[in-house]
Structure formats: structure tokens, C-alpha cells
């Protein structure tokens, strides 16, 4: 996954998908949460932040 993107910082239990991928000017951001409705709803209240 990362070979894609390149590097990362990366604040995953990678057994517990989904993950937030954040992009910046000068880095990405991979993370999740104790559980995916958490991830999600995190993901949620990111997106209406940033809008």
C-alpha cells in the first residue's frame, strides 16, 4: 500500500479497517480508530470540518 502513496505516517491497528487517508501539502496521514463505525464517524465530522 505504501509503495503507492510513498511515505507516510501511519496511526493504524491494521486489523481494523476502514482507514482515513489524509493528504497535505507535504505529507500523508494514515489512520483509524478502536472500530470501523468510529472510523467512519470520524471520517464524517472531518470532511464537514474541512468544507
Do not use: C, H, R
Amino acid at each position: 500500500m505504501l509503495d503507492e502513496v510513498g511515505s507516510a505516517k501511519l496511526f493504524v491497528d491494521d486489523s481494523k479497517a476502514p482507514f482515513i487517508f489524509i493528504e497535505t501539502n507535504s505529507e500523508f496521514i494514515i489512520l483509524n480508530v478502536e472500530n470501523s463505525d468510529q472510523t467512519k464517524e470520524l471520517y464524517k465530522d472531518l470532511l464537514a470540518e474541512w468544507k
